[in-house]
């Protein structure tokens, strides 16, 4: 039997705590507020690289989040629809969307971890690849078999 010994890609640090697992979507910068449809979970802003794209079950790498007062509005209410990413990791800390996941947490609903992951370092992960995210924040590159489970890649 052979072992298959995994090292990080990255590693995060913890905001809100969780693990995740998902495909990456990098963005250069993004505000929640007019950037994504909080009724589709489309990136609805046209200059966005991935127009169109949904972010549900999305890892989220967004190297320079753009903050708006109205961003934990829209992460609340795609918590809320079940159309939120699985995880998203900023380029630094954006507080307001982070009390989206928090207020999400204390009504009950199922919540996303958030991790800060400095933008130089975001080159180290590709676009489109399959991730997952542990408690301590390493990150992992991972590939879906045909059973739908995961292996370290």
């Known amino acids: 039997m052979s072992r298959v010994i995994a090292f990080p ?8 705590p969780g693990t995740a697992h ?3 979507l990098k963005l250069p910068a993004l505000s929640f507020w007019g950037g994504i449809d909080p009724a ?10 991935a127009y169109g794209e949904c972010v549900a ?6 190297a320079e989040p753009r903050g ?5 509005a829209v992460m609340l209410e795609l918590l809320r629809i079940g159309l939120a990413p699985a995880a998203v990791v900023l380029g630094h800390v954006d507080a307001i969307l982070g009390l989206g996941v928090v207020v999400a947490r204390e009504m009950g609903w199922p919540t996303i971890p958030l991790y800060r992951l400095p933008a130089a370092a975001h080159e180290r992960i590709a ?3 399959n991730v997952t995210i542990t408690a301590d924040g390493a990150i992992y590159r991972t ?3 045909s059973s739908g489970d995961t292996v370290s890649a």
């Open 143 to 145: 590939a879906a078999t």
């Open 57 to 62: 079950g999305r890892v989220l790498l967004i």
């Open 22 to 24: 998902g495909r990456v």
């Open 9 to 16: 890609i990255a590693r995060a640090d913890v905001v809100l």
């Open 68 to 72: 708006s007062s109205s961003s934990s």
């Open 40 to 49: 589709t979970g489309r990136l609805s802003d046209p200059v966005a690289p």
């Open 127 to 129: 676009d489109d690849i």
